[in-house]
């Protein structure tokens, strides 16, 4: 049955012009079907380029957005309506102006997990890839760092030189990745090293031989010569990594590394998205402008 969902997808996207662009978190049989598999820097630079009419976007809410404010011309059509990230959501427009009134010599750092209001009202947007970097590069000392703590604590760590601000949202399915475990699953694969993204907390950093976005601990595992890896991200990267590494092992370090709303998305969602182009994102002008200068910014610095 699959194999027949999968042939009318490549047949629907050649007749309707689409693009089909999935994070690394959805289901494995839905990145196999996919043009472009990412993580959220990755698919928002892509977006941009990409010569199709049509983005069908297998991912939550605010990617869809992101690329639709990249792409006002283009149709931005989600594999699924529901699919959003609670992070997102977890600042809102009244905390980042009270800040500006208590701190106007800071910038706004807003991870690209947020949603076109929030994005509007900030000076840059991050990635967990290229956040450091890019901080890094601002003039300004004083950071408000939003929506995510933990990834606002790595960054701020890798920079003495500069005074943060930070916020308290969180990744559920990061935040339930628990040093106790990784210590437990450290126990039964001594040999493994323990590979973790930074909307981890910080004890479960302290115990990480290498700390990265969803790309670059694929990228860090498929160029490293040891063999058996603990993963702490969330578990749809594991298609992934054992299409690039057929010889080596992971395992996941606790049950809870798994984003319902990214597994909203399967191969009968992508059809369906594709025969009724809907739900299609849609962004009033004015805020999609305002929410693009942030999104441009982060792909300048990003260079």
Do not use: W
């Not at 909307?199 to 700390?211: G, H, P």
């Amino acid at each position: 049955m699959s194999d027949e969902i999968a042939t009318s997808i490549r047949q629907l996207k050649e007749e309707k012009d689409a693009v089909i662009l999935a994070h690394y978190y959805v289901d494995g049989k839905v990145q196999e079907i996919a043009d472009y598999v990412g993580d959220s820097y990755y698919l928002a630079e892509l977006a941009a380029k990409v010569p199709q009419s049509v983005i069908i976007f297998c991912g939550v809410s605010f990617m869809g957005e992101s690329a639709k404010i990249l792409n006002p011309g283009k149709r931005v059509v989600m594999a699924d309506r529901y699919a959003d990230c609670p992070m997102a959501h977890m600042v809102d427009l009244e905390r980042i102006r009270e800040v500006r009134r208590e701190h106007p010599d800071a910038a706004v750092v807003c991870y690209v997990n947020s949603t076109a209001e929030i994005k509007s009202e900030s000076d840059v947007c991050v990635t967990s890839s290229n956040a450091v970097k890019i901080v890094r590069k601002l003039p300004n000392k004083k950071i408000f760092f939003i929506p995510d703590n933990n990834l606002g604590r790595y960054v701020a760590k890798q920079l003495p030189e500069k005074q943060f601000i930070f916020h308290d949202g969180f990744c559920h399915v990061h935040k339930s990745i628990h040093r106790e475990e990784v210590l437990k699953a450290k126990e039964v694969h001594p040999e493994a090293l323990v590979l973790a993204h930074p909307e981890c907390t910080e004890d479960v950093l302290e115990l990480a031989d290498f700390i990265g976005s969803t790309s670059q601990i694929i990228d860090y595992a498929t160029n490293s010569d040891d063999k058996v890896f603990l993963i702490c991200t969330e578990m749809g990267i594991f298609y992934e990594l054992l299409m690039k590494n057929p010889d080596k092992k992971f395992y996941s370090v606790g049950h809870r590394q798994f984003c319902p709303n990214m597994k909203r998305i399967h191969l009968e969602s992508v059809l369906t998205a594709l025969q009724s182009l809907e739900p299609e994102v849609e962004l009033e002008e004015e805020l999609r402008k305002k929410a693009e200068r942030p999104l441009q910014k982060m792909l300048e610095l990003a260079k």
